[in-house]
Structure formats: C-alpha cells, structure tokens
C-alpha cells in the first residue's frame, strides 16, 4: 500500500495478490473456467478493495493514474460492455465515489 507510483503497485497487485489464490486453490479456479468457482468473484472484490485502499491514500494524486509499463494508458479508451451494459470511459471508472459508480468499501 506504501508504493507510490502506479506501476510498482500494479506489478505487486497484479502478480502476487491477484495471481497467488488461483494457484493455491487450483481446480475451475486456475483455468479458464474460473467463474465457475464462487471464490473467484470474493478474490476480484478483494483485489478492488486493495486497488481503492490504495487510491485513498493519497487520492488527489492517484484515482486518476493509469499506466502501464511506463507508457499511459488512454483514459480516453472506451469499454464495450456487450449487451450487459451501455459502453463506458475508462476514466468514468476510476473513481468508485462518482457516477456511475457510486460506491465505497
């Protein structure tokens, strides 16, 4: 939670949180069967709750941070919900606290 920068915190995110519980656990959960297994949607949650832990420590500076491998991603990138939902700004859902999120842990 201590890491500053955006990319440290992913690559700590990304590669020890979000990848260790698909290997303990093994089964649906460590293929592309995945949703199958109810634990999968409790690890996703949880990884959201760190990534928004880690945005109110310093949230002027952080819910609008997005790179990735030193380069920044376009907040300007649409997400195609399919028919789930309209599609929606990447920078639309960086901040759980405003629409169309609207949303603390």
């Not at 590669?15 to 698909?22: S, W």
């Not at 634990?39 to 997005?66: A, C, E, I, P």
Request: charged fraction near 25%; charge should be negative; hydrophobic fraction near 40%.
């Amino acid at each position: 939670m201590a890491l500053p920068e955006y990319e440290d915190f992913f690559t700590r995110l990304e590669f020890d949180a979000h990848n260790a519980i698909p290997t303990f656990i093994r089964g649906d959960f460590y293929d592309i069967t995945a949703p199958n297994d109810p634990v999968f949607y409790l690890h996703h949650t949880q990884l959201g709750r760190l990534w928004w832990k880690w945005q109110q420590r310093d949230l002027g500076n952080r819910v609008r941070k997005l790179s990735k491998h030193g380069h920044v991603e376009n907040v300007h990138n649409v997400i195609d919900m399919g028919e789930l939902a309209p599609k929606i700004v990447v920078r639309d859902t960086l901040d759980t606290l405003v629409d169309p999120l609207c949303y603390q842990y």
